[in-house]
């Protein structure tokens, strides 16, 4: 079984910042991982995912994450927010034997608030 | 593609009523996810298929849930009866199996449920 750890449940942001979220995952076998936004009132939206290759991904709106196998992380980054990117932000695992379709096992979410 | 149809997007019932949540995955998709998002226990998956067979219906909380898929266009989530802890916004979702440029779900708006 696969699990997801969100460390951060609220993180403020100066817009025009960096902002770091962070996802740990726990594992007995190759995973394939993934970040969603939610916007309010909306369904989950895939930003990225890693499933194998080049550990640094990139993603929609100008977001990118970085596989850490070592470490078991998979941290999402974007180098400036803006105030759109005020969201909640989940972390997925999946286990990588299970042709892409089986559950996800997601995070308990970070929300992501975009201060001016 | 119109994505990933839910209806209705918001169900208010009284407690011991039939509640019905429908959803129609993308045309295509041969695998169909039910997750239940609440502040308390986050995003939890109830039941998946993969082309229209239940697979793993761990995730359902009691026998007052059951879902069906009579066909790769349709399912339906059930709970008869409900209770007020029901109350949750329920996700759809959908993918393409043995696709990894696909891989990575498509969720619906999502049905917010209120049991009074």
């Known amino acids: 079984a696969q699990s997801v750890t969100q460390l951060d449940s609220q993180v403020p942001v100066f817009e025009e910042a960096p902002v770091e979220l962070r996802c740990n995952y726990s594992s007995s076998v190759s995973v394939y991982l993934f970040w969603y936004v939610q916007y309010p009132n909306q369904g989950l939206q895939l930003l990225l995912k890693?499933?194998?290759?080049?550990?640094l991904v990139k993603g929609i709106n100008g977001f990118e994450a970085e596989f850490n196998k070592s470490q078991t992380s998979f941290h999402l980054r974007k180098p400036s927010v803006h105030i759109s990117d005020t969201a909640e932000y989940f972390c997925?695992?999946?286990?990588?034997?299970?042709?892409?379709?089986?559950?996800?096992?997601f995070g308990k979410g970070t929300h992501l608030i975009i201060q001016p | 593609d119109a994505g990933v149809i839910q209806s209705p997007r918001h169900e208010v019932t009284e407690m011991g009523q039939e509640v019905t949540l429908r959803c129609k995955p993308i045309s295509g998709h041969n695998s169909l996810f039910w997750y239940r998002q609440t502040m308390m226990r986050g995003l939890e998956l109830l039941i998946y298929?993969?082309?229209?067979?239940?697979?793993?219906d761990s995730g359902m909380p009691e026998d007052r849930f059951s879902a069906k898929m009579p066909n790769a266009s349709f399912s339906t989530l059930k709970i008869q009866p409900s209770e007020p802890r029901d109350s949750a916004v329920y996700f759809c979702?959908?993918?393409?199996?043995?696709?990894?440029?696909?891989?990575?779900?498509?969720f619906g708006s999502g049905t917010r449920l209120t049991v009074v």
């Open positions: 890693y499933l194998s290759g080049s550990t």
């Open positions: 979702a959908s993918s393409l199996r043995h696709s990894p440029a696909n891989y990575g779900y498509t």
């Open positions: 997925a695992v999946s286990a990588g034997s299970g042709g892409g379709a089986d559950g996800l096992t």
């Open positions: 298929f993969n082309n229209n067979v239940p697979i793993d």
